[in-house]
């Protein structure tokens, strides 16, 4: 008998039971599956995350998402409410243990809950992999002082820079980095690995400079802050949600933003979705959103080290 080939089967037999599950979860919600396209004429802008491209006969550029996120909120400005996709999704560059450039995402939309509600829901669904278990939350600022001693908000790059020296891990001295990329390296590699092994750890109130697509607000000790949050389990991010921002001209400004730092970074720029803002202009509902990994909650729900052993064929 063929153990591994028996054990594959059986993986790929939950694999199918669990998309069943995801959409079953959503339909009892009545949340309604959408289905936007893969390929768009314009590109997700992000700082970490490369888009992959494709050139057509003519000499165009198609870019494959890495979210299905601006299509989706192209839909709900159309009216559509409560909505969700769970799809393939594709990430230059990004290969390892807890990543492959084509993966499964599910995302969805709510313009009817309250930010802890939506938290909760999306708890719901991680349960649905990986059991009820407990969690906790903390702020991004408590949890990089707990694992640090740094207060983020007060620390300089050369701060930041020194305490990765500290542990070997060094950045050119010709490095056009800014205090963001600091932060973002040390939760990371220093932080990250640690979170969640027991529970389901939350991480909510990051730095309004990671804000994204998220809205910002002043808390009252003056931070500044985005109403963003994630989950982490075992060291592993799960999924990351907002409450979205609708505000079309601050988008276009963090676009904007976003491709200046990665001009500075010696990356290419990305071209701006003008129907993704146009869609924003026309008034896009109030409304909170998440993404999750859906290979990762399979991995963990299948004690997996490695996202290839969970899916059909690896990257490889």
């Not at 995402?105 to 059991?131: C, H, K, P, Q, V």
């Amino acid at each position: 008998m063929n153990t591994s080939h028996d054990s594959k089967i059986a993986l790929l037999k939950d694999r199918a039971h669990m998309f069943f599950a995801v959409r079953s979860f959503f339909a009892e919600k009545e949340i309604l599956e959408v289905d936007c396209p893969a390929i768009s004429r314009a590109a997700p802008i992000d700082l970490h995350i490369e888009v992959m491209n494709i050139t057509l006969k003519n000499g165009d550029r198609r870019y494959l998402h890495t979210s299905p996120e601006y299509g989706m909120k192209r839909l709900l400005a159309l009216g559509l409410k409560n909505i969700y996709q769970m799809s393939h999704v594709f990430r230059e560059n990004e290969i390892g243990p807890l990543h492959n450039p084509e993966f499964t995402m599910i995302e969805w939309y709510r313009n009817d809950s309250l930010f802890t509600d939506f938290i909760e829901e999306a708890l719901e669904l991680i349960y649905l992999f990986l059991g009820k278990m407990t969690y906790s939350v903390l702020t991004y600022r408590e949890l990089f002082y707990q694992y640090t001693r740094l207060d983020y908000l007060t620390a300089t790059p050369c701060q930041l820079q020194n305490f990765l020296a500290e542990r070997e891990i060094l950045i050119s001295e010709e490095s056009t980095w800014d205090k963001d990329n600091y932060l973002h390296l040390i939760m990371t590699f220093i932080v990250e690995p640690h979170l969640g092994h027991e529970e389901i750890l939350i991480i909510k109130d990051y730095p309004a400079s990671q804000s994204a697509l998220a809205k910002t607000y002043i808390k009252s000790d003056g931070e500044a802050v985005a109403e963003r949050f994630e989950f982490y389990h075992k060291g592993i991010e799960l999924g990351n949600g907002y409450h979205e921002l609708t505000d079309p001209i601050e988008q276009r400004r963090r676009f904007v933003s976003t491709n200046q730092a990665r001009i500075e970074q010696g990356k290419a720029p990305l071209p701006l979705d003008e129907s993704f803002i146009s869609a924003l202009e026309s008034g896009l509902p109030d409304c909170h959103g998440i993404a999750i990994g859906f290979d990762r909650l399979m991995l963990l729900r299948h004690h997996q080290k490695e996202i290839a052993a969970i899916l059909p064929f690896a990257w490889n």
